[in-house]
Protein backbone atom coordinates (compact mmCIF):
# COMPACT_ATOMS: atom_id res chain seq x y z
CA UNK A 1 0.00 0.00 0.00
CA UNK A 2 1.29 3.45 -0.74
CA UNK A 3 1.20 6.01 1.73
CA UNK A 4 0.96 10.13 0.70
CA UNK A 5 1.60 12.12 4.10
CA UNK A 6 0.91 15.70 3.46
CA UNK A 7 0.82 18.91 5.27
CA UNK A 8 -0.63 22.24 4.19
CA UNK A 9 1.72 25.09 5.33
CA UNK A 10 1.97 28.97 5.49
CA UNK A 11 5.72 30.20 6.50
CA UNK A 12 6.32 26.73 8.97
CA UNK A 13 10.20 27.17 7.55
CA UNK A 14 11.38 26.55 11.59
CA UNK A 15 9.28 23.53 12.04
CA UNK A 16 8.45 21.53 8.86
CA UNK A 17 11.31 20.25 8.35
CA UNK A 18 11.40 18.40 12.10
CA UNK A 19 8.15 17.02 11.09
CA UNK A 20 9.23 15.73 7.34
CA UNK A 21 11.95 13.96 9.43
CA UNK A 22 10.01 12.55 11.97
CA UNK A 23 7.39 10.65 9.99
CA UNK A 24 8.36 6.86 10.40
CA UNK A 25 10.58 5.29 7.17
CA UNK A 26 8.62 2.27 7.50
CA UNK A 27 5.04 1.23 8.86
CA UNK A 28 3.45 -2.05 8.92
CA UNK A 29 1.40 -2.59 5.68
CA UNK A 30 2.48 0.43 4.05
CA UNK A 31 5.50 -0.70 1.07
CA UNK A 32 6.02 2.90 -0.31
CA UNK A 33 5.70 6.42 1.45
CA UNK A 34 5.48 9.80 0.10
CA UNK A 35 5.73 13.52 1.56
CA UNK A 36 4.20 16.36 -0.05
CA UNK A 37 4.10 19.77 1.52
CA UNK A 38 1.52 22.32 -0.09
CA UNK A 39 2.19 25.85 0.80
CA UNK A 40 -0.45 28.46 1.27
CA UNK A 41 1.32 31.70 -0.03
CA UNK A 42 4.14 30.88 1.94
CA UNK A 43 7.11 33.95 2.10
CA UNK A 44 9.86 32.08 3.91
CA UNK A 45 11.85 28.82 3.03
CA UNK A 46 9.07 26.38 3.48
CA UNK A 47 9.15 25.20 0.17
CA UNK A 48 12.93 25.08 0.10
CA UNK A 49 13.16 23.46 3.17
CA UNK A 50 10.30 20.64 2.36
CA UNK A 51 12.18 19.97 -0.83
CA UNK A 52 15.57 19.80 0.78
CA UNK A 53 14.31 16.68 2.85
CA UNK A 54 12.88 14.83 0.22
CA UNK A 55 9.42 16.23 0.04
CA UNK A 56 7.25 16.58 -3.12
CA UNK A 57 6.13 20.23 -3.07
CA UNK A 58 2.75 22.38 -4.73
CA UNK A 59 4.43 26.08 -4.33
CA UNK A 60 1.53 27.69 -3.84
CA UNK A 61 2.20 31.53 -4.05
CA UNK A 62 -0.47 32.95 -3.27
CA UNK A 63 -2.89 31.72 -0.26
CA UNK A 64 -6.05 30.71 -1.41
CA UNK A 65 -7.11 29.42 2.42
CA UNK A 66 -7.27 26.05 3.57
CA UNK A 67 -10.21 24.55 1.77
CA UNK A 68 -8.53 25.18 -1.54
CA UNK A 69 -5.24 24.02 -0.70
CA UNK A 70 -6.50 20.67 1.22
CA UNK A 71 -8.32 19.68 -1.92
CA UNK A 72 -5.56 20.62 -4.13
CA UNK A 73 -3.79 18.13 -1.89
CA UNK A 74 -6.09 15.42 -2.28
CA UNK A 75 -6.12 15.50 -6.28
CA UNK A 76 -2.74 15.33 -6.22
CA UNK A 77 -2.71 12.32 -3.42
CA UNK A 78 -4.79 10.29 -5.98
CA UNK A 79 -2.52 11.49 -8.80
CA UNK A 80 0.14 9.56 -7.15
CA UNK A 81 -1.51 6.09 -6.76
CA UNK A 82 -2.30 7.00 -2.99
CA UNK A 83 -3.92 4.02 -0.95
CA UNK A 84 -3.71 5.68 2.50
CA UNK A 85 -3.05 9.58 2.60
CA UNK A 86 -2.39 11.60 5.97
CA UNK A 87 -3.04 14.98 6.42
CA UNK A 88 -0.82 16.37 9.29
CA UNK A 89 -0.05 20.17 10.30
CA UNK A 90 3.36 22.01 9.88
CA UNK A 91 4.09 23.14 13.37
CA UNK A 92 4.96 20.18 15.32
CA UNK A 93 0.97 20.26 17.22
CA UNK A 94 1.20 16.53 16.39
CA UNK A 95 3.67 14.04 16.38
CA UNK A 96 4.25 12.44 13.61
CA UNK A 97 5.27 9.02 14.78
CA UNK A 98 1.35 8.67 15.43
CA UNK A 99 0.64 8.44 11.67
CA UNK A 100 1.00 4.27 12.45
CA UNK A 101 -1.58 4.14 14.95
CA UNK A 102 -3.32 6.48 13.07
CA UNK A 103 -3.85 4.81 9.88
CA UNK A 104 -3.94 1.16 11.70
CA UNK A 105 -7.52 1.07 11.25
CA UNK A 106 -7.46 1.40 7.50
CA UNK A 107 -4.29 -0.93 6.61
CA UNK A 108 -6.53 -3.25 8.38
CA UNK A 109 -9.87 -2.75 6.44
CA UNK A 110 -11.44 -1.50 9.12
CA UNK A 111 -12.70 2.09 7.91
CA UNK A 112 -11.73 4.66 5.28
CA UNK A 113 -11.63 7.42 7.53
CA UNK A 114 -9.81 8.18 11.21
CA UNK A 115 -9.56 11.60 12.66
CA UNK A 116 -7.56 12.51 15.37
CA UNK A 117 -9.53 13.35 19.10
CA UNK A 118 -7.19 16.07 20.83
CA UNK A 119 -10.12 16.45 23.67
CA UNK A 120 -10.22 12.79 24.57
CA UNK A 121 -7.28 11.30 27.03
CA UNK A 122 -5.56 8.82 25.59
CA UNK A 123 -4.77 7.46 28.99
CA UNK A 124 -8.16 7.38 30.81
CA UNK A 125 -10.56 8.31 27.96
CA UNK A 126 -12.05 11.06 29.45
CA UNK A 127 -13.10 14.52 28.03
CA UNK A 128 -10.27 17.06 28.52
CA UNK A 129 -8.88 20.57 27.32
CA UNK A 130 -5.65 20.14 26.13
CA UNK A 131 -3.03 22.03 27.77
CA UNK A 132 -2.64 25.89 26.67
CA UNK A 133 -5.63 25.52 24.44
CA UNK A 134 -7.76 29.04 25.05
CA UNK A 135 -10.91 28.64 26.13
CA UNK A 136 -12.95 29.84 23.53
CA UNK A 137 -11.46 27.69 21.18
CA UNK A 138 -11.93 24.62 23.25
CA UNK A 139 -15.79 25.45 23.43
CA UNK A 140 -16.39 26.71 19.95
CA UNK A 141 -14.95 23.54 18.78
CA UNK A 142 -17.50 21.26 21.34
CA UNK A 143 -21.02 23.10 19.57
CA UNK A 144 -19.32 22.38 16.02
CA UNK A 145 -18.96 18.84 17.45
CA UNK A 146 -22.01 18.35 18.11
CA UNK A 147 -23.75 20.04 15.56
CA UNK A 148 -22.33 18.01 12.65
CA UNK A 149 -23.41 14.72 15.13
CA UNK A 150 -26.57 15.73 15.02
CA UNK A 151 -25.94 16.02 11.49
CA UNK A 152 -24.83 13.13 10.46
CA UNK A 153 -26.36 10.60 13.37
CA UNK A 154 -22.66 9.80 15.31
CA UNK A 155 -21.16 11.20 17.82
CA UNK A 156 -17.82 13.03 17.73
CA UNK A 157 -15.70 15.20 20.47
CA UNK A 158 -13.34 16.81 17.62
CA UNK A 159 -14.44 17.28 14.17
CA UNK A 160 -11.97 20.38 13.50
CA UNK A 161 -8.75 18.71 14.05
CA UNK A 162 -5.85 19.06 11.42
CA UNK A 163 -4.85 15.34 11.90
CA UNK A 164 -6.62 12.69 9.59
CA UNK A 165 -5.87 9.71 7.82
CA UNK A 166 -8.11 8.75 4.13
CA UNK A 167 -8.40 5.61 2.72
CA UNK A 168 -8.59 5.73 -1.30
CA UNK A 169 -12.18 5.46 -1.07
CA UNK A 170 -12.64 8.60 0.74
CA UNK A 171 -9.74 10.25 -1.18
CA UNK A 172 -11.93 9.78 -3.89
CA UNK A 173 -15.24 10.93 -1.83
CA UNK A 174 -13.80 14.28 -1.41
CA UNK A 175 -15.24 17.30 -3.06
CA UNK A 176 -14.82 20.47 -0.68
CA UNK A 177 -16.97 23.41 -1.55
CA UNK A 178 -15.63 25.69 1.43
CA UNK A 179 -12.71 28.55 1.26
CA UNK A 180 -12.03 29.19 4.86
CA UNK A 181 -11.60 25.78 6.47
CA UNK A 182 -12.17 21.79 5.37
CA UNK A 183 -12.61 20.11 8.55
CA UNK A 184 -15.91 20.01 9.69
CA UNK A 185 -17.07 19.87 5.72
CA UNK A 186 -15.18 16.73 4.98
CA UNK A 187 -17.03 14.81 7.79
CA UNK A 188 -20.17 15.45 6.42
CA UNK A 189 -19.17 14.49 3.31
CA UNK A 190 -18.40 11.32 4.17
CA UNK A 191 -20.85 10.31 6.54
CA UNK A 192 -23.18 11.44 3.76
CA UNK A 193 -20.94 8.93 1.21
CA UNK A 194 -21.34 6.22 3.92
CA UNK A 195 -17.90 6.25 4.88
CA UNK A 196 -17.54 4.62 8.41
CA UNK A 197 -15.68 7.51 11.00
CA UNK A 198 -13.29 6.68 13.17
CA UNK A 199 -11.48 8.96 16.12
CA UNK A 200 -8.56 8.56 17.48
CA UNK A 201 -7.68 9.74 20.97
CA UNK A 202 -3.99 11.43 20.25
CA UNK A 203 -1.67 13.90 22.17
CA UNK A 204 -1.23 17.62 20.89
CA UNK A 205 0.51 20.28 21.81
CA UNK A 206 -0.36 24.30 21.78
CA UNK A 207 2.26 26.25 22.10
CA UNK A 208 1.08 30.05 23.82
CA UNK A 209 3.14 32.54 21.96
CA UNK A 210 2.39 31.10 18.96
CA UNK A 211 -0.41 32.95 16.83
CA UNK A 212 -2.86 30.91 14.94
CA UNK A 213 -2.67 31.45 11.16
CA UNK A 214 -6.66 30.20 10.55
CA UNK A 215 -7.80 31.28 13.85
CA UNK A 216 -6.88 35.30 14.33
CA UNK A 217 -9.23 35.61 17.30
CA UNK A 218 -12.03 34.96 18.99
CA UNK A 219 -14.97 36.83 17.28
CA UNK A 220 -13.97 35.48 13.78
CA UNK A 221 -13.36 32.22 14.99
CA UNK A 222 -16.78 32.29 16.13
CA UNK A 223 -18.21 34.03 13.06
CA UNK A 224 -16.55 31.86 10.83
CA UNK A 225 -17.74 28.78 12.91
CA UNK A 226 -21.22 29.55 13.01
CA UNK A 227 -21.27 30.17 9.43
CA UNK A 228 -19.95 26.89 8.71
CA UNK A 229 -22.96 25.46 11.23
CA UNK A 230 -25.58 27.13 9.28
CA UNK A 231 -24.61 26.13 6.09
CA UNK A 232 -23.99 22.58 7.26
CA UNK A 233 -27.53 22.72 8.22
CA UNK A 234 -28.55 24.25 4.71
CA UNK A 235 -26.46 21.89 2.52
CA UNK A 236 -26.88 18.62 4.40
CA UNK A 237 -30.44 18.70 6.40
CA UNK A 238 -32.44 21.80 4.42
CA UNK A 239 -35.74 20.48 5.12
CA UNK A 240 -34.88 20.48 8.63
CA UNK A 241 -32.86 23.87 7.93
CA UNK A 242 -36.17 25.45 6.32
CA UNK A 243 -38.61 24.27 8.56
CA UNK A 244 -36.45 25.56 11.43
CA UNK A 245 -36.90 29.34 9.69
CA UNK A 246 -40.19 28.76 8.61
CA UNK A 247 -42.13 27.17 11.90
CA UNK A 248 -42.58 30.13 14.33
CA UNK A 249 -43.85 32.33 11.20
CA UNK A 250 -46.22 29.60 10.41
CA UNK A 251 -46.93 29.14 14.01
CA UNK A 252 -47.26 32.36 15.00
CA UNK A 253 -49.12 33.22 11.33
CA UNK A 254 -51.34 31.13 11.77
CA UNK A 255 -52.91 32.20 15.42
CA UNK A 256 -52.94 35.80 14.30
CA UNK A 257 -55.14 35.21 11.08
CA UNK A 258 -57.06 32.52 13.69
CA UNK A 259 -57.56 35.10 16.17
CA UNK A 260 -58.85 37.67 13.38
CA UNK A 261 -60.83 35.50 11.75
CA UNK A 262 -63.05 34.40 14.77
CA UNK A 263 -63.50 37.72 15.54
CA UNK A 264 -64.71 38.69 12.10
CA UNK A 265 -67.59 35.65 12.49
CA UNK A 266 -68.65 37.21 15.75
CA UNK A 267 -68.90 40.77 15.14
CA UNK A 268 -68.76 40.88 11.19
CA UNK A 269 -65.65 43.32 10.96
CA UNK A 270 -61.96 42.53 11.41
CA UNK A 271 -61.53 46.46 13.08
CA UNK A 272 -59.36 47.11 15.39
CA UNK A 273 -57.19 43.96 14.66
CA UNK A 274 -57.34 44.56 10.70
CA UNK A 275 -53.07 45.47 10.89
CA UNK A 276 -52.93 42.06 13.35
CA UNK A 277 -54.94 39.92 10.74
CA UNK A 278 -52.59 41.33 7.93
CA UNK A 279 -49.47 40.43 9.37
CA UNK A 280 -51.09 37.05 10.71
CA UNK A 281 -51.47 36.25 6.69
CA UNK A 282 -47.82 37.43 5.62
CA UNK A 283 -46.23 35.79 8.83
CA UNK A 284 -48.25 32.09 7.58
CA UNK A 285 -47.24 32.80 3.94
CA UNK A 286 -43.94 33.23 5.06
CA UNK A 287 -43.49 30.15 7.25
CA UNK A 288 -45.30 28.13 4.23
CA UNK A 289 -43.20 29.87 1.38
CA UNK A 290 -40.23 28.33 4.06
CA UNK A 291 -41.28 25.13 4.13
CA UNK A 292 -42.09 24.84 0.26
CA UNK A 293 -38.68 26.02 -0.15
CA UNK A 294 -37.32 22.75 2.17
CA UNK A 295 -38.76 20.23 0.20
CA UNK A 296 -37.38 21.91 -2.88
CA UNK A 297 -34.17 22.31 -1.57
CA UNK A 298 -34.13 18.72 -0.41
CA UNK A 299 -34.92 17.22 -3.57
CA UNK A 300 -31.88 19.29 -4.64
CA UNK A 301 -29.77 17.59 -2.18
CA UNK A 302 -31.24 14.08 -3.20
CA UNK A 303 -29.79 15.21 -6.82
CA UNK A 304 -26.75 16.75 -6.01
CA UNK A 305 -25.43 12.94 -3.86
CA UNK A 306 -26.08 11.40 -6.76
CA UNK A 307 -24.00 14.06 -8.90
CA UNK A 308 -21.01 13.00 -5.82
CA UNK A 309 -21.07 9.36 -6.51
CA UNK A 310 -20.95 9.68 -10.16
CA UNK A 311 -18.06 12.00 -9.83
CA UNK A 312 -16.33 9.48 -7.66
CA UNK A 313 -16.74 6.69 -10.20
CA UNK A 314 -15.48 8.91 -12.76
CA UNK A 315 -12.27 9.54 -10.43
CA UNK A 316 -11.83 5.84 -9.88
CA UNK A 317 -12.12 5.30 -13.11
CA UNK A 318 -9.65 7.91 -14.71
CA UNK A 319 -7.14 6.65 -12.14
CA UNK A 320 -7.57 3.17 -12.54
CA UNK A 321 -6.63 3.93 -16.05
CA UNK A 322 -3.69 6.35 -15.53
CA UNK A 323 -2.63 3.09 -13.02
CA UNK A 324 -2.62 0.41 -15.79
CA UNK A 325 -1.03 2.92 -18.12
CA UNK A 326 1.60 3.67 -15.73
CA UNK A 327 1.78 0.03 -15.32
CA UNK A 328 2.47 -0.54 -18.96
CA UNK A 329 4.80 2.41 -19.56
CA UNK A 330 7.29 0.39 -16.90
Known amino acids: ????????????????????????????????????????????????????????????????????????????????????????????????ADIPSLIAPIVAGETQFVAA????????????????MPSDKYWGNLLGAKVVGALTGQRFNDVTCGFRAYGREALLSLNIN???????????????AGIHIETLPTRVRYFPDRQSRVVTGFWSFLATSGINILRAYRDFAPLRFFLALGILPLVLGFVGATFVGGHWLVTGRTSPYTSLGILGAYSFSLGLMLFVVGLLADMQVRSARNQEKILRLLKGIVLARDRNDSTLDR
Not at 57 to 78: K, N, P, S
Not at 178 to 184: E, L, M, N, P, V
Open 117 to 132: DRFTDPATGNRHKPDD
Open 1 to 96: MRLVVFSICKDEEETIGEVLAGIPRSILGITEIITLVVSDGSTDRTVEIAEAHGALTIAGRVQRRLAYRFQQAVDRALELQADIAVNIDGDMQFDP
Open 178 to 192: TKHTYTQESFQVLAQ
